[in-house]
T-cell receptor
């Protein structure tokens, strides 16, 4: 059964800093992995989806990587801004018909 | 806006009440999902509907009853809930089950007194 872990649970950085959020998963036979952003009291916004055949995806200042052999994914945020403050969740699925398994998230605070 | 709406946004109910949560998606998707998000726990999948048919029930207590009358609408009927059911209930949709790029609604914050 796939398990997803995100460390640290919370992170605080000064504005402008580049940062990396980590996600680890237990089953390397992962089908795809998705990163989401959640603002307080709100729903999830999909940021990036990486298929198992891909190694990374980029969108603007965000870059997500997937290393199945080590069971890790990272979300790189360049030149962080206060508006990036939110909880970031990663979720993986072992096949197209199995549910997404979510981590508990990393709560990011970018200080102006 | 993700194209997925949920009502109400906030709900307070007693343990003897009956209420319903509504989700509507305007994306032309065929799969819809209910998730529960409790404090300090990962998001938990509750139910999945694919082309109006329930395909997943993640051992959810019967006091939660889903309904999917068509591919655009999903309901969660609630009755005799417990205080530990207080949580954020999120609805999501995708093109079909198996397409894991899911789009989420804003959620309903439920408090059970």
């Amino acid at each position: 059964k796939q398990e997803v872990t995100q460390i640290p649970a919370a992170l605080s950085v000064p504005e402008g800093e580049n940062l990396v959020l980590n996600c680890s998963f237990t089953d390397s036979a992962i089908y795809n992995l998705q990163w989401f952003r959640q603002d307080p009291g709100k729903g999830l916004t999909s940021l990036l989806l990486i298929q198992s055949s891909q190694r990374e995806q980029t969108s603007g200042r965000l870059n997500a990587s997937l290393d199945k052999s080590s069971g890790r994914s990272t979300l790189y945020i360049a030149a962080s801004q206060p508006g990036d403050s939110a909880t970031y969740l990663c979720a993986g699925a072992n096949s197209g018909n199995t549910p997404l398994v979510f981590g508990k998230g990393t709560r990011l605070s970018v200080i102006a | 806006e993700t194209g997925v709406t949920q009502t109400p946004r906030h709900l307070v109910m007693g343990m003897t009440n009956k209420k319903s949560l509504k989700c509507e998606q305007h994306l032309g998707h065929n799969a819809m999902y209910w998730y529960k998000q409790s404090a300090k726990k990962p998001l938990e999948l509750m139910f999945v509907y694919n082309f109006k048919e329930q395909t997943e029930n993640n051992s959810v207590p019967s006091r939660f009853s889903p309904e999917c009358p068509n591919s655009s609408h999903l309901f969660l009927h609630l009755h005799t809930l417990q205080p530990e059911d207080s949580a954020l209930y999120l609805c999501a949709s995708s093109v079909r089950q198996g397409d894991n790029e899911q789009f989420f609604g804003p959620g309903t914050r439920l408090t059970v007194l």
